[in-house]
């Protein structure tokens, strides 16, 4: 049996960028407080940041980042708050459930909503 989930709200975001960056991380963990650095802690590299960079732009329908913005990024809180902003500003849109669970199949995983 298919399980359907509600729409994604904004009190979600936060949570669900943390999972995308986990997802996505080199060193994994079981969970993230937001303020653990993405290169440092997290062993993100170029390459790395650029796959997060694609799947929240393609999640959240965001422009492409100027360099001299991402590099401003450098803890987990700054992309939530990076997310957060554009979704308050008009330039990024919620995800629908179809959008989030496709993204998580990329990576062989199956989404569970928090809550």
Do not use: C
Not at 4 to 15: F, L, M, N
Not at 41 to 69: C, G, M, R, T, W
Not at 110 to 115: D, E, K, N
């Amino acid at each position: 049996m298919t399980q359907t989930y509600p729409a994604i709200r904004a009190q979600d975001v936060p949570d669900l960028v943390r999972t995308v960056v986990l997802l996505v991380a080199p060193h994994k963990r079981e969970r993230l407080t937001g303020s653990e650095q993405l290169i440092n802690e997290l062993a993100f590299h170029s390459l790395v940041l650029a796959e997060l960079a694609f799947s929240l732009e393609d999640l959240f329908e965001l422009e492409a980042l100027a360099p001299e913005q991402a590099m401003g990024l450098e803890t987990v809180d700054d992309i939530v708050a990076l997310v957060a902003g554009a979704l308050e500003d008009g330039t990024a849109t919620l995800p629908e459930v179809s959008g989030v669970e496709a993204v998580f199949a990329r990576y062989g995983k199956q989404w569970q909503p928090a809550g």
